[in-house]
């Protein structure tokens, strides 16, 4: 027997049923259900039933009657079976007591169970065909004898219609009874419920849905540096985040307490909240303070000079502390978004939550690269000591490797924490001031024609951390001016802050200068009747900068945010890049890859930790042909990797390069004449180089003959070596590379970490690659994104910064 209780929550009537067999009481239960009982058989109710009814035989009755303690309205015992005994017991409890034959029962005997229960006014009555009952004291009383047949089947027609009737009347009295009796009550519940459960829970979640939302609209308008609007996001949201609270607290004093986990949850969620909103507070904060910081030490005065130190170091800690509260919160969404429980178990909760959690990574991330600012800054600022930096503005509409032609040059002095002074220099004046020979890099020498090595050619090496070296060198020997550090901008960071800034007007020009009419402007006064000694292009650079860093200092908030998402970004893009000669700040900028380094094969964050395998790629072009035809250059390309089961990796890298210069040539474009390098790993061996199908020749750089047609360059190095290949691009042309390398790597035992990198080059700013890993079907692989498809995975990305592909792999053999 089913010893849990039976609970009821309808309007009927409930009917009890304790049954030896049960198939002899299924007529019963179908009657007692025809009137609208609601039957419960051989199963405890937890309330007391309105009939109770126990059948079997006398002593399976008289056991069950033994611990009855209910007081149902209607209380009957059944027994069949041999002659019973003493049912004295049952008669005394109040219990009517029916014999029947142990045979199926009949319509018949249905009625006449029903009419004792609810009509006889005797306390038991044998039913049977043959009675045989002898009982002690029996109040038991004789009918009436019929006079003849004919008389009694109409007399017990008639009984049946009155004993149907009286019983529909029983129990249609008995459910309206009952019906009156809930009805209200039940409304009485409901509104109950409504005022204390329902509505408070509508109103909370109202307030937490109004909270979060203008919260992520807030945050939107933050990460793109609409500040107004942020802030207006962000007021409008704190009011109901106090209603949520407070609707809080009164749910987990009557209800939410009660539910394990939840309250605590809600209390998690509701803080994560408030704790985001005062965050968001505090970076705007924080970029008012780096504007007015930013004032003082690129635009200082008597009146705040003495005060810059100060004023970095007090907002240094403001960022500290700003940062601190971001990693809290990161930690509160992911502690929430991790509950089993409603509603963060769902999948569309679970996909808001992540993009919660990519836009604080984001705003960390921004928060961080002003911190390492404020780092760097009293290492830089000039201090201890006057401080020279030498600025590179690399054209990057004529490629080089680390970004650009250099065609112009800054001079920056830092003395006491603040800018002094700047100085823009043509290129071609301090080249003409070298004295001596250096011999050039073989592509120079030999593309261009030149014996000697100049500062403009400084930076033929794409690690930046060698052409910056390189650069200062030049600097030194042609100005006479020692520096502490080189940074090197592409062309792609000025088109940004042209983008941000608005239009740039030149009063001695009569130019307004914007990003759509850049590239035409620079080439009208940078190229147009241009000669080596000349002051246009130094003239027309040096008041772009002047008038670029008065609209820095002068920036609102708005702007200013819009400003560090775009130092953010180049630094990622690497379109800025620094080198310092000291080895605290040389190791720093690697640390935080600002360097410019070529690395490739590094294993970064694996997953899961397993010892890893390095490989990548770094595409590397220079514009040789002295134009800037890299305006109208795009490019895209594939990567094919199989990965055998011995641990041979091939490589098959094809890229292919499109000259749309129209044929109405306009100035400054053309043929493009590059100097095509690929770096890979030291240990990879090249199997073929292909351009358009056809193989390409290998070059001895040993003999002095310059060969006719192009030739494939073999050049090593510590960590990578380079296959180098010149060839031209005519406008509309466009060509296709194909290069083919193996390396053996050693595979450890188990489980496999295998990390490719392709390297972004500085200047270049998009190009879409898709990336493809084969591996042995015995093999099983994860991703960062998920399981990836067996033996195969296929990656697709528009490189704006580095990119990596890491699995994970698992040998099933």
Known sequence: MNTAAQHHHTDQPVAHIQAQDQAFVFPIREFLRQYGCEVVLNKPVSEVPRYEMCVGSAFYVKSFFETYRGKPEYILAVIYGDDPDDLEILLEKGIKVLLVDAEPLSQDVIRKIFSFYFLSPVKIQDSRKEPILTIKKSTMHKEAQREDDAG???????????????????????????????IYPVYAIIFVILLSFVIPYILYGVSLAMSIGTLAMSGKALLSGNVYWARVWKNAGEPHII?????????????????????????????????????????????????????????????????????????????HRVSQHFALIQAE??????????????????????????????????????????????????????????????????LRPTGGFIGSLLQVTFEDGIMRDTRVIDVYTADGQLKGHIDSPFPIREILGQEHWYLRDSNW?????????????FFEKEMGVSVD?????????????????????????????????????????????????????????????????LRLTSLDVHAQSQLLQIVTDSLNARDIQFYFPAAFLKALMTQWGWSGAMTITDCTAVLHKEVCIGDG?????????????????????????NIAQDGTITQVTTVSIYNTTPQEIPEGGGTYHTYYRQFVPKDARVSSVRLDGFDVP??????????NEPAVSIEPSAELFSIGLPFVIEPGQVRTL?????????????NIAFQYSIRKQSGVESFPWHVSVRYPDEWSAVTDADVANPGHLEYNTTLTTDARVRILFRNTL
């Open 617 to 641: 790629v770094s595409i590397i072009e220079a514009n040789m042909g002295m134009n800037k035809s890299n305006y109208f250059v795009t490019r895209e390309g594939l990567i094919d990797i």
């Open 333 to 398: 969404m992911d502690a929430v978004l991790t509950s089993p429980r409603f509603p963060f178990r769902f999948a569309g909760v679970q996909r808001l939550g992540q993009k919660g959690l990519e836009g604080v990574r984001e705003i960390r991330t921004h928060i961080q690269y002003i911190q390492r600012l404020c780092t760097l800054y009293p290492q830089i600022g000039g201090f201890r000591k006057k401080q020279e930096y030498l600025v590179l503005f690399q054209n990057s509409m004529e």
């Open 698 to 707: 290998y070059r001895d750089l040993a003999k002095p003959e310059i060969p």
């Open 243 to 319: 209603h949520a609270e407070s609707i809080l607290r009164v749910l987990n004093v009557f209800s939410l307490d009660q539910l394990r986990g939840y309250g605590e949850d809600q209390e998690k969620l509701v803080a994560m909240v408030k704790s985001a909103s005062h965050a968001q507070s505090s970076v705007l904060e924080l970029l008012e303070k780096s504007s007015v910081v930013a004032n003082m030490i690129f635009m200082p005065d008597a009146r705040n000079a003495s005060s810059v130190v100060s004023e970095v170091m007090d907002l240094s800690s403001e960022i």
């Open 152 to 182: 009694r089947q109409m007399n017990e027609k008639k009984d049946r219609a009155r004993i149907d009737s009286v019983i529909q009347d029983i129990f249609r009295k008995n459910t309206i009874s009952t019906k009156r009796k809930k």
């Open 738 to 750: 194909t290069i083919e390398t193996k390396r053996q790597a050693v595979l450890p035992q188990g």
């Open 485 to 549: 550090g080189v940074i090197a901008i592409s062309l792609p960071v000025l088109t940004r802050l042209l983008h941000v800034l608005g239009p740039i007007d030149l009063p001695d020009y009569n130019e307004r200068i914007t990003e759509s009419n850049f590239f035409a402007k620079s080439l009208l006064y940078t190229q147009t009747d241009f000669f080596p000694g000349s002051t246009q292009k130094k003239d027309f650079l040096g008041a772009l900068v002047s008038a670029l860093l």
């Open 461 to 473: 090496d794409p690690d930046f951390t060698k052409s910056g070296e390189v650069a200062s060198w």
